[in-house]
């Protein structure tokens, strides 16, 4: 099947040089700065597009490990096991969860700022 | 504003400044220009001239947002601005370097408190101090002058403060809970986060004046070094390493990871400095907590920040609030570096 293009990569360059463009005109250094943002979070939602899909899907397999479910709602998890380690319910220190949060943050960074891990 | 003014402090806002200013100085005021900088995530920040006699004064005005959703939950983190006016206007009178408060605009039920400041030499602009030639010697200074200036402020005699906060670890942790719960998320990482902190909190310590928010990004420095300490919101009583751990961690690092202090130095470097001039003996142990405990909180700010922009409508809401929510990884990865690595290099 042909991909319509621009594909994703092509939409997020199109609009970062459209924010570039404006703020090339604009005087006020507080308004420069925010495209300077904006730009920063295109190039996060880039790396959202092609990365996120693999992320739940792997998240999801740990969670329904760690909760001893076949529950498929990744959202419906996080909840479950957010409040049950709120509660006492489940012992944060199970050497499972322990390894699974510092997964997913792993995997956020990739994301959101891959420079930040080491 | 009008006036061929830069930026856009309405001409109400604008009236009430001059009011304030005309009425402390008792002689006709105009504020003739107006920027708005681009620090300060939890206020605006203005930066203002005003002419009286014929004289330029350049002022800062600090102000509440425009949409005030979940006042309720922010409050759980900020001292409160009529007492963060007050905390300033005693540490002025004692000679720490604050900027002098010159006037406080009470803006009726609702509106929430600004107020206007003398604009001090010097930036705070991290990335600036820490990068520019221009500021070589002010960066091999800083390390010590920002030791010294945390002495002074952990100093201060708690008898002379207005009713800050006094805060544990545990009490904060608590609010922190309470945030997560007012933005009715569920978030595993930081309840192990949390539960961890819990059980790790340091014997009870000594409870000072601590600011709260010392780093870079809230001192102003010139090309020769400290000008000023600036940003009072998060200000309580509460244990005096906090401070420390807190100037520690790499989100205030910008350019220069690799120093822990603040981008300046190493750790060790800034204990001994801050041990000689408090007469104390660090404990790096308690240290690491609060730089631990620091993540967590600037998660939890960033948290904060995102739900501003959540409950926003399009037309208030500021981009810089929905770009910080993605910060709240990197706080969390360094809180689990900090307690999985074994050394907590000096």
Redesign the interface.
Known sequence: MTRPIPDAKGLVRAVSAFVQQVAASE????RR??SK??I??LR?LEREVAERPKIEAAQLERLRDVLDTSNPDLEDL??????A??SGEID??RND??A???K???E??LV??PR??? | MRCGCRGNVDQEQRERVEGALRETWRKPVRVTEAERLSSGANQEIWALTAVADGREVPLILRRPPDSHQEEHLASLMLTGKQIEIELQRTLHGLGIRVPEVVAALDGGEGAGVAFVMERLPGVAVPQKILGDDSYAEARSVLIQQMADALARIHNVSTADLPPLPSLTATEQLGRCRAIVDGCELHHPGLEVAFAWLDANVPKAAIATLVHGDFRLGNLLVDHSGLSGIIDWELAHVGDPMSDLGWLCMRSWRFSRPELPAAGLGNRGELFDAYGKAANVDVEPERVRFWEAFGNVRWAVICLLQVRRFLVASPEDSHIEHAAIGRRLDEALYDFFRLIDDKEYPL
């Open positions: 005087r006020s250094s507080y700065f925010q943002v904006a920063h979070l996060i996080n909840r479950r096991l957010g409040k380690l709120r944060w220190n969860i322990q699974h949060v510092r997913c943050v792993e956020n960074l959101s700022n930040w891990l080491r």
